[in-house]
């Protein structure tokens, strides 16, 4: 179990719609980044979030947002879904003292 | 741009099989170095990491993985495949020192390589 909790695990949305995606770091872990995983490829980088802020940004659109809260949990927050966007999205978290980086298993998002 | 390449999208092997996926990177700085696995229906998991000293590191389940820095490479080996190995291997490299409380800590991952082993 790699302590780090996801939900929802799977999801349909029409295209044009809005999604949330919602993340628990793994206990003791206070920094979060969010990854997209689209069918036979390796993770893309979106965002981290450290003390409730965006840190580092990978290459995706404004319409791709976050956020993190006092607990450490955060959301992926996701407007005008297209069909591209369609993809297994990840949480992953770490703490500032370790340097591993722990996983979950994921939101399915599918977008018709 | 920094990125990953893996060489092989799909390996087939029989049980006892040695096993060795390439994994090479695009970066010129220093690099943290990481292979993780993604068990069918399961999440990603850390089978071993370079930060540095010994180029020869060695992972969890008979794992190990060798830095080669002249040629940007981290290869992963397992000299006998079980069909328990059955499952997606990914390389990744984060560009800068892993301290995520100022620098982000961002990992780019290569297209991951299939692995299937018959038993």
């Known amino acids: 179990d790699a302590g780090v909790t996801q939900s929802p695990t799977h999801l349909i949305k029409t295209r044009g719609q809005q999604v949330t995606l919602r993340c628990s770091p793994k206990s003791g872990h206070d920094t979060v980044s969010w990854y997209q995983q689209a069918l036979g490829q390796g993770p893309q980088f979106i965002f981290q979030?450290?003390?409730?802020?965006?840190?580092q940004r990978g290459n995706f659109p404004d319409r791709f947002s976050g956020h993190q809260f006092p607990n450490y949990s955060s959301e992926l927050n996701v407007n005008a879904l297209l069909l591209g966007d369609s993809a297994l999205y990840l949480c992953?978290?770490?703490?500032?003292?370790?340097?591993?980086?722990?996983f979950g298993e994921g939101s399915w998002l599918t977008v018709v | 741009a920094q990125s990953v390449s893996q060489h092989n999208h799909h390996v087939i092997l029989s049980e006892a099989a040695s096993l060795e996926l390439g994994c090479n990177y695009s970066?010129?700085?220093?690099?943290?170095l990481f292979w993780y696995v993604q068990y069918p229906g399961q999440h990603l998991q850390l089978l071993l990491k370079?930060?540095?000293?010994?180029?020869l590191v060695k992972g969890i389940k008979g794992f190990e993985a060798e830095f080669i820095k002249s040629k940007f490479s981290f290869n992963l080996r397992k000299p006998s495949v079980q069909w328990s190995d059955t499952a997606e291997y990914f390389c990744?490299?984060?560009?800068?020192?892993?301290?995520?409380?100022?620098?982000?800590?961002?990992?780019?991952f290569g297209q991951g390589t299939e692995l299937s082993v018959k038993p």
């Open positions: 970066y010129g700085g220093t690099v943290n």
């Open positions: 370079y930060f540095s000293g010994d180029p």
């Open positions: 990744a490299v984060s560009p800068e020192p892993i301290q995520f409380y100022n620098q982000g800590g961002k990992l780019i």
């Open positions: 992953a978290s770490a703490s500032r003292v370790g340097n591993t980086i722990y």
């Open positions: 979030y450290y003390e409730e802020e965006e840190r």
